[in-house]
């Protein structure tokens, strides 16, 4: 026979966050961890600040890994076994969808009814698992998905494979069910609508932020002495995953152009690719040293492994310009960390880049993937530095309105509304 309990109003006490396919512990940059790694973990340490408790739920990948990890005061990372530790591709994890969410659920049996007030997914294969718990614990679901299949599959890199069917399947399964959705961008809200048939009114638009405590500009010199770059160097800088969708080929292709017009470029010009293979990158990135190599560039392409954060920011600060010239980013962390960093960023014009870069004041949106028109956005750069004093400063003003802070309250104020029209309801039935 069930318990009856009635649902909580106000600020949610503690919160289960469910990251399901990439866990909040590993380095961004390498594997599927990327911004949504770095979003969790800032989002859950804000929201803990502000008195409310997170437990996020992953699934375990390291054998050395406890079952539970403090991340930060008030957030613990609970690692739950769900098919083999390694050798499992973000493409098998449906098949583990029923032993992660019996993880989920088991942790929760073992506390008092009314443990979690509220769930809050991210990505489509947590929301399904978002989507049990929420029912079965009589809590709201709010959903953040990130990416979007239809949204990657109507810009599809040249030679890349569409996202799957069941994907999406699953994905109209959560808009539908979900309490709320949260996405970074107006863009995204209005994609969501048209392309999933989302009902407008439980959509909410929370941008997401950037510590300016440490992305924040420090001497170029020094950054670069650190990173073994010439004082003199013009720096052009991608950081990410490598895989076709982040589109590091189309910056290489660019860099060949740039040279081909200054053939002076040479003794100057860096372009380090900083980023470990993703997914289908494990074929793409032999594809990209050969790319470099028939271009004529491979001396002057760096290829860097994913690096810590303190790493990431000296490279930020060490580049003369970064280029992020995805097919499809939701919002694009990378694009908004450079600039807090002061340094100016050429962005294709898609999606969540055309919030994250303010163009023609913190850097270049670029219309389309071709590298000529990268080339073109580039040149000012390289051969300008009152351009790049103009844009930097720019860059740094652009940055100082986001902030993880305002994320974090955006977001409670997204969960307070959830638990309100969940109160609204008579009665909530748990176990």
């Known amino acids: 026979m069930g318990i009856v309990v009635r649902a909580r109003v106000g600020r949610p006490r503690r919160v289960a966050m469910i990251s399901m396919h990439t866990s909040p512990l590993d380095q961004p940059g390498s594997g599927d961890a990327g911004g949504m790694n770095v979003y969790v973990v800032e989002a859950a340490r804000q929201l803990a600040a502000n008195g409310t408790e997170v437990d996020i739920f992953t699934r375990a990948t390291h054998r050395d890994l406890p079952g539970v990890v403090p991340l930060s005061p008030g957030v613990l990372v609970r690692n739950l076994s769900a098919g083999p530790l390694q050798g499992l591709g973000k493409e098998d994890l449906p098949s583990q969808l029923c032993a992660f969410s019996a993880g989920v659920l088991r942790t929760e049996a073992s506390r008092e009814p009314g443990f979690y007030d509220l769930v809050h997914s991210h990505y489509w294969l947590s929301g399904q698992v978002g989507w049990l718990a929420a029912e079965r614990w009589g809590v709201p679901h709010v959903h953040t998905a990130h990416t979007w299949a239809k949204v990657k599959n109507a810009a599809l890199a040249e030679g890349d494979a569409g996202e799957p069917r069941y994907r999406v ?87 060949a152009e740039l040279v081909g017009r200054d053939p002076a470029l040479r003794d100057r010009l860096v372009v380090a690719i900083v980023g470990g293979q993703s997914g289908r990158g494990s074929a793409y990135f032999p594809a ?19 690096v810590t954060r303190a790493t990431l920011v000296d490279w930020y600060r060490a580049a003369t310009a970064v280029v992020v010239p995805s097919h499809n980013e939701s919002f694009g962390l990378v694009a908004l960390e450079a600039q807090a960093c002061g340094t100016p960023v050429v962005a294709a014009g898609v999606g969540g880049l055309t919030t994250a870069v303010r163009d023609g004041v913190s850097g270049v949106l670029v219309a389309g993937h071709d590298p000529d028109d990268y080339a073109d956005a580039l040149q000012p750069l390289l051969s300008s530095a009152a351009a790049r004093r103009r844009l930097s400063a720019g860059a740094r003003r652009h940055a100082a309105g986001f902030s993880w802070a305002a994320t974090a309250a955006g977001t409670l104020s997204v969960y307070r509304a959830a638990m309100d029209d969940r109160a609204a309801l008579p009665l909530v039935v748990g176990r």
């Open 288 to 306: 990209l040293l050969s790319l470099a190599d028939s271009c004529g560039v491979a001396e002057l392409v760096r290829f860097i492994p994913p």
């Open 169 to 255: 399947i699953g994905e109209e399964q959560v808009v539908a069910a979900a309490d709320r959705l949260l996405v970074s961008t107006h863009a995204e809200r209005r994609q969501l609508v048209g392309l999933y048939g989302a009902d407008p009114g439980r959509i909410d638009v929370v941008a997401p932020g950037v510590d300016l405590d440490v992305f924040r500009p420090a001497r170029r010199g020094a950054a670069r002495a650190r990173l073994g770059l010439p004082r003199d160097a013009l720096v052009v800088l991608f950081a990410g995953r490598i895989q076709p969708l982040k589109a590091p080929d189309i910056l290489i292709r660019a860099a």
